[in-house]
């Protein structure tokens, strides 16, 4: 087994969903978030992808974990960003069969209590699920009209650059059914930061496979410090613009010459 896992014990054959959750400085937080999710469904298991958090996260998670068996914790050596966290977490899960992958915030933004919608929607058949915060029933609690409006412009900045129909493409809480997810990752995933989470839901619009939105309220942390940065922010327009212009230069390029009329 990797050193730099803490795999405490046993997955049942017949668990198939698997609750992805990255933490980095949230000792405050993640046990309540934990206790949410496992009440949720008695058949769920939860991943810890913990990038050794100077806060303890870890090792509190670990603690916990040695009286839980549905706990497991991947523990890696430093922070190198979301994208990388959450491809860990999802390669951990693959290996070991689960059926539906789930991403979670692990600061209380995300409500475990509507996590059956997601599961509910990868069951009927759709091959990745959105939790969306911009559809009739989603709702924002907490930000400032500012804010709400910097995430909508984004939203339909990457909408009209990749030529997506996801109302919320920047959403971290969304399922993925295992086959959905064996397939995206056979594209290189290049994003570290929160733009990872507009390239893989890009990669599955891309692939094909069904994605089912569904509405979720989004509340906004009440304790520990949010991960967002100017530079985060940055990455995502940047990477977004680039893969739009490519995008469009592609089309151009595979468009056939009209026949002269001369």
Not at 98 to 113: F, K, L, N, T
């Amino acid at each position: 087994m990797n050193a730099n896992v803490i795999w405490m014990g046993t997955t049942d054959n017949d668990v198939k969903t698997l609750v992805v959750i990255p933490t980095y400085c949230e000792a405050e937080t993640v046990e309540a978030i934990i206790e949410r999710v496992l009440a949720v469904d008695p058949q769920l298991h939860i991943l810890i992808v913990d990038d050794n958090s100077p806060d303890g996260t870890g090792a509190l998670v670990t603690s916990v974990a040695t009286k839980q068996e549905r706990l497991f914790i991947l523990n890696r050596p430093g922070k190198a960003g979301l994208g990388a966290a959450y491809i860990a977490g999802f390669n951990w899960a693959l290996h070991r069969g689960y059926e539906v992958i789930v991403e979670m915030d692990a600061d209380g933004s995300h409500q475990p209590e509507e996590l059956p919608l997601l599961l509910a929607a990868v069951e009927a058949g759709a091959g990745l699920a959105v939790g969306t915060r911009w559809m009739p029933g989603g709702r924002v609690l907490n930000w400032p009209r500012r804010r709400k409006l910097i995430s909508r412009a984004g939203t339909l900045y990457a909408r009209l650059l990749l030529g997506s129909k996801l109302r919320d493409i920047t959403s971290g809480y969304r399922a993925f059914s295992a086959t959905t997810l064996t397939e995206v990752l056979r594209r290189e995933i290049c994003s570290a930061g929160y733009s990872f989470q507009i390239e893989m839901a890009w990669n599955v619009e891309r692939s094909g496979a069904a994605i089912v939105e569904v509405p979720i309220t989004f509340i906004e942390r009440s304790h520990g410090d949010s991960k967002m940065s100017p530079g985060i922010v940055l990455e995502a327009i940047w990477r977004v613009t680039i893969w739009g212009v490519t995008r469009r230069q592609t089309r151009v390029r595979a468009k056939p010459f009209a026949a002269d009329a001369s």
